[in-house]
């Protein structure tokens, strides 16, 4: 059966219920519907004090490009705390359209580990992702009014680095031009748009701790450059407030249910390849005030998702994350060990273990930072028992706890073992610190991580690159962490160089500083800022049945 038809037939209970279960008083529920809230955290912080909630953040291998179930895991597990007693709150990102109606799908969970109303929550759900995108095109409204206006401000058209955004795989408006039509129509320019989950707005919404972070990190973003390439920012054009203001709905966490009744505030959603990719802060610090254990998820694989979230949300965030799961895959780990990906579905045990490789550095990356690795080994139904068993017994040489996670096909039950094993992990003293200073250079900070997360030997800058280290260096912005852009199929910024590669060089295209959300972008390889749509997009499946409801949804 799809997740579609199994969420379907699921019972949903009212999210006042939920909520009074999570200790979220009546009076701080904004409802959507039946079944999803936001939470006014103002009235909510009277009520519950400081945050305290353990974190055990969800990561994984590197991936295949069907994903190697993350938020499946991270919702069983979630639902399997919670059938221990432990009071659980999962936090997940909101998914983006990108995706969904292209390849890779929705970002609720699967099988009998999923978040609902999952139809609603993968489309449109309670608008933040349309409000994101409005205020960051509003920004962009007013930039260019201000060209038409004269540009007291002497903004360079040519160096105008903020871009307009969209939540759609489009590639056709990565590069434009705008203003056409003559002297009424605005000042000509070349323009692009990129992914709304790409945009610096998403990353200061998921980063700001309340309305007024928002408003300063909002006035702090970098639009482009004036003709003497003195920075311009959002309070140059005294934006923010309008931003705030079109953004204050937004800002509160969404709350829903797992199919096995667990609370989730699902809030923000920056992909993990071209941004910080993990859910908002404050649905974060929100769960931690409410439960005893946090389970969230960081996107794709542990050198991107896991490495921004450690060296980049949990240091601003100020809390110290107490477990990583590492989900791996028996068809990824074969896929690592030089399987064809049509031919994933045969035993192949030699393969599995060739693919190991790529398990043990994440694994290893993750006990950089200081936090205890747990792998999840996601269960599909075409795993063999020798498979599995090389993986359990692997890590069990090393010392690693690991678990086989059934959730997918078994919801809670299926997560019991990875429960406790998760349990034991976070009651472990654990000595979180960042990978990087920040008072490190640019160049020596991303050298760091390719060297200690990626594996590479070193790096080598475009001139563009180095134009813009100059100009970081030159604005004194040089203490702000980096936000790696690469590939998620390789540590390399080569995509087809899989398992654990080793002497490469990494190759930086170029650097925007994103002085709101307070790090920099280093773009890598090819990666792009706004994907495109594959030859036969999910899109084409999908359609609305005689009773008005979504078909063709995973
Ligand atoms: P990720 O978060 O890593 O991108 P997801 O949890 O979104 O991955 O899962 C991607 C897809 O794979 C979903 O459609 C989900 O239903 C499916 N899936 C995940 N785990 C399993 C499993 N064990 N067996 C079968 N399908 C699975």
Redesign the pocket.
């Known amino acids: 059966m799809s ?1 579609l038809g199994i969420a379907s037939r699921a019972n949903l209970e009212p999210i006042q219920d939920i909520a009074q279960r999570a200790g979220i008083p009546e009076e701080a529920l904004e409802l959507y519907g039946r079944y999803k809230a936001k939470i006014d955290t103002g009235l909510l912080h009277e009520r519950t004090g400081t945050a305290r909630g353990r974190v055990v953040l969800v990561s ?1 291998m590197s ?1 295949t490009p ?8 991270t919702v069983g597990l979630g639902d399997a705390l919670s059938a221990t007693g432990t009071r659980t709150m999962i936090a997940l990102r909101e998914p983006s359209l990108g995706p969904i109606f292209g390849m ?4 609720t ?3 009998y580990s999923q978040v609902l109303p999952m139809e609603d929550i993968n489309m449109h759900f309670t608008g933040d992702f349309h409000a994101i995108t409005s205020a960051n095109n509003l920004l962009m409204a007013l930039v260019d009014n201000h060209l038409h206006r004269g540009n007291e401000l002497g903004i360079d058209p040519r160096r105008i680095t903020f871009r307009r955004v969209l939540d759609v795989n489009d590639r056709a408006l990565r590069q434009i031009v705008i203003g056409l039509g003559g002297p009424t129509e605005g000042m000509p320019r070349e323009a692009g748009f990129d992914i709304t989950v790409a945009s610096e707005v998403m990353a200061v919404f998921c980063l700001a701790t309340g309305i007024d972070d928002l408003r300063e990190r909002l006035a702090a973003i970098t639009v482009g450059y004036t003709f003497d390439r003195k920075p311009v920012t959002v309070a140059d054009l005294n934006a923010q407030g309008a931003m705030t203001m079109l953004l204050k709905d937004a800002l509160k966490p969404n709350l829903v249910q797992t199919m096995a009744g667990t609370p989730a505030l699902i809030h923000g959603g920056p992909f993990a390849n071209i941004a910080h990719g993990c859910n908002s802060v404050i649905a974060t610090n929100t769960a931690r005030a409410l439960a005893d254990v946090v389970v969230t ?1 960081a996107g794709f694989g542990a050198d991107l998702g896991a490495e921004k979230f450690m060296d980049i949300k949990a240091r601003f965030a100020g809390f110290e994350p107490s477990a990583a799961v590492v ?1 791996a895959t028996v068809r990824a780990l074969k896929m690592h060990g030089g399987v064809a990906k049509d031919a994933l579905g045969a035993e192949n045990v030699d393969a599995v273990r060739a693919g190991l490789c790529n398990l043990e550095r994440h694994v290893t990356n993750i006990g950089k930072f200081g936090v205890t690795p747990v792998v999840a080994v ?4 075409t795993d063999t028992e020798a498979e599995l068993d090389v993986v359990i017994q692997w890590c069990r040489e090393r010392g690693v706890e690991a678990a086989v996670a059934e959730v ?2 078994r919801g809670a039950a299926g997560g019991a073992e990875l429960a406790q094993k998760v349990l034991a992990a976070i009651q472990k003293p654990q000595e979180f610190s960042p990978l990087y200073e920040l008072e490190l250079s640019v160049e020596e900070k991303i050298s760091t991580i390719v060297r200690e997360i990626y594996g590479g030997a070193g790096v080598e800058y475009s001139a563009e690159a180095r134009r813009a280290l100059e100009r970081i260096h030159a604005n004194g912005w040089d203490a702000m962490p980096v936000c790696m852009a690469k590939t998620q199929y390789s540590f390399s910024d080569d995509a087809s160089l899989l398992g654990a590669p080793e002497g490469f060089t990494l190759h930086v295209r170029d650097l925007i500083p994103k002085t709101g959300a307070g790090f920099i972008v280093a773009l890598t390889g090819s990666v792009m800022t706004m994907p495109g749509l594959p030859k036969v997009p999910a899109a084409m499946r999908m359609d609305v049945d005689a009773q008005g409801r979504a078909v063709g949804l ?1």
């Open positions: 997740d994984a991936p069907a994903g190697e179930g993350k938020s499946t895991v890779k799908g929705g970002a969970g699967g099988g998820e989900v996601n269960r599909f139904h997918w096909g995973f």
